[in-house]
């Protein structure tokens, strides 16, 4: 079955940073588009920043553009999202997603990690 795990949240202070990790398994790796969402406190989920299955095209949304970077490592069946300069309004439970490559909706999801940024 599949599985997708996130790791490394935690409680920062603003400009200071956090990589997360989102280990996945009983997928094909390489075949998955692979993102990142947040959900912060009474507010709906949104999308923060996707890859592609080689990790050669990369998409951010405009509120994280420039601070956040995306990558993988098809080797290890590995997201990784590195969330530099945050700010309290990034405080959220990030989750990742899959998405097989010919789909249009990611089906995959992980339980999430906490991000606090204090102030």
């Known amino acids: 079955q599949v599985q997708l795990v996130e790791s490394g949240g935690g409680l920062v202070q603003a400009g200071g940073s956090l990589r997360l990790s989102c280990a996945a398994s009983?997928?094909?790796?390489?075949?998955?588009?692979m993102a990142w969402f947040r959900q912060a406190p009474g507010k709906e989920r949104e999308f923060v920043a996707r890859?592609?299955?080689?990790?050669?095209?990369?998409y951010y949304a405009d509120s994280v553009k420039g601070r956040f970077t995306i990558s993988r490592d098809n080797a290890k069946n590995t997201v990784y999202l590195q969330m530099n300069s945050l700010k309290p309004e990034d405080t959220a439970v990030y989750y990742c997603?899959?998405?097989?490559?010919?789909?249009?909706?990611?089906?995959?999801w992980g339980q999430g990690t906490q991000v606090t940024v204090s102030s």
């Open positions: 997603a899959a998405r097989y490559y010919t789909y249009t909706e990611y089906e995959y």
């Open positions: 009983g997928l094909t790796f390489s075949n998955y588009r």
């Open positions: 890859i592609n299955w080689t990790g050669g095209s990369n």
